[in-house]
């Protein structure tokens, strides 16, 4: 109880110190804290400005629920074949998930940065723009990894639980190239997306036809012949279909260049005015305490 007692006592003793030390030097804290909110405003304004490119998307689904159901009959009927064939009812989304994890992977996200000829853009320091090289003395050249690395904290994918939606956004200094990455990136996406239906298509076609001429079952052959349809549907779908996997339902656009993502300006001056004051306050105790009394 007396430890308490003590506590309490040092804690007001502490607060009186303080209010007497901002009572006596307001002028100080004031000074203070303008200082630091100006100067925290001055590096706002120094700081190189971030843009956002944002894009909304929404599964591409309509028609491949179709086609899905119409293959559910004859799946039934030849489940082994279509397992062994590469064709099945995983769901649409199953397939939107894909979709999200292809676009985050690596080895997507490096043949977007070598065919756009991003490394300069991530590593302006280490590129000599005049030359077109990256600079003479270098310890290291950025390797692709690292540029993966880099542009995966730029970039942010999202979907919302309810509505299905999902953004997709960068972050880059330039709010013209925020966007057009952002853009480039889904129409890299549906591209892949296509070419993996293709593939897959194609090789399951050849799968079935093999089986078809081996097999002499009417009802297979017609089961058979039902996989044999959905697959040439999945293959038009894709030949036609440029938003193949997610469709655009608000395109990215460049950001107006005086609405950045960050540095907040209010805010950095706030943090100043606040941090200043603490600051000053400070200032002002350890001036109280050497005040001879």
Do not use: C
Not at 24 to 44: D, H, T
Not at 270 to 290: D, H, N, P, S, T
């Amino acid at each position: 109880m007396i430890a308490r007692i003590d506590e309490r006592s040092e804690s007001s003793a502490g607060m009186d110190v303080l209010f007497a030390a901002v009572r006596r030097r307001p002028l100080l804290v004031f000074v203070f804290s303008i200082a630091f909110g100006v100067a925290f405003g001055v590096l706002a304004y120094l700081t190189t400005p971030t843009y956002r490119g944002v894009t909304i998307l929404a599964p591409a689904d309509l028609e491949k629920k179709g086609m899905s159901s119409g293959l559910s009959s004859a799946l039934g009927a030849v489940g082994g074949f279509a397992a062994l064939a590469g064709i099945g009812l995983g769901g649409n989304d199953y397939a939107t998930e894909e979709a999200m994890e292809v676009i985050k992977s690596e080895q997507f996200t490096e043949g977007f940065i070598q065919d756009n000829n991003l490394m300069p853009e991530l590593f302006p320091k280490a590129w000599d723009a005049q030359a077109g090289h990256w600079k003479t003395g270098l310890k290291k050249i950025p390797s692709l990894g690292a540029a993966y690395r880099r542009f995966n904290k730029i970039r942010k994918m999202t979907r919302d639980a309810k509505s299905g939606l999902i953004t997709v956004q960068v972050d880059w200094k330039d709010p013209v190239k925020a966007a057009d990455w952002t853009n480039r990136l889904i129409e890299r996406l549906n591209d892949e997306m296509r070419r993996r239906a293709l593939n897959q298509a194609e090789a399951s076609m050849g799968y079935l036809q093999s089986e078809l001429a081996n097999t002499a079952d009417v009802s297979t052959r017609e089961a058979i012949g039902r996989l044999m349809e959905g697959q040439i549907k999945q293959q038009m779908l894709a030949h036609v279909t440029k938003e193949y996997a997610l469709q655009v339902v608000d395109k990215a656009l460049p950001a107006d260049i005086d609405a950045p993502v960050w540095p907040i300006k209010i805010l950095y001056v706030a943090f100043g005015l606040f941090f200043g004051v603490m600051v000053g306050m400070g200032v002002a105790v350890w001036g109280e305490k050497r005040r001879p009394h």
